[in-house]
């Protein structure tokens, strides 16, 4: 069983930047694709950004790119997201998640942790 505990969340200014950090325990961090989703009030999850085992591969959702970087430390087994420019639209709770290598649907869920970007 994987764990995952996020934290980094909290309340900014538009324009601030924020860095999301993700602990993982339980299984070798290295045998894990990771991303972030986010799920704002009222709405659905929805994918933000990933990055392979080896991080040679990140995929991004188009309103975050050029804005939000995905990263990982094997060495620490640490997922980070990095924000800048934050809007009020990113204000959403952010999950960190996990999937196997060989699995195509994220498995293991963080418990989340809140961005709230006041304009």
């Known amino acids: 069983q994987v764990q995952l505990v996020e934290s980094g969340g909290g309340l900014v200014q538009a324009g601030a930047s924020l860095r999301l950090s993700c602990v993982a325990s339980?299984?070798?961090?290295?045998?894990?694709?990771m991303a972030w989703f986010r799920q704002a009030p009222g709405k659905e999850r929805l994918f933000v950004t990933s990055?392979?085992?080896?991080?040679?591969?990140?995929s991004t959702r188009d309103s975050v790119k050029g804005r939000f970087t995905v990263s990982r430390d094997n060495t620490k087994n640490i997922l980070y997201l990095q924000m800048n420019s934050l809007k009020p639209e990113d204000t959403a709770v952010y999950y960190c998640?996990?999937?196997?290598?060989?699995?195509?649907?994220?498995?293991?869920w963080g418990q989340g942790t809140q961005v709230t970007v006041a304009s």
């Open positions: 998640a996990a999937r196997d290598l060989l699995e195509e649907q994220y498995k293991y």
């Open positions: 339980g299984r070798t961090f290295s045998n894990l694709h």
């Open positions: 990055i392979t085992w080896n991080s040679h591969t990140t």
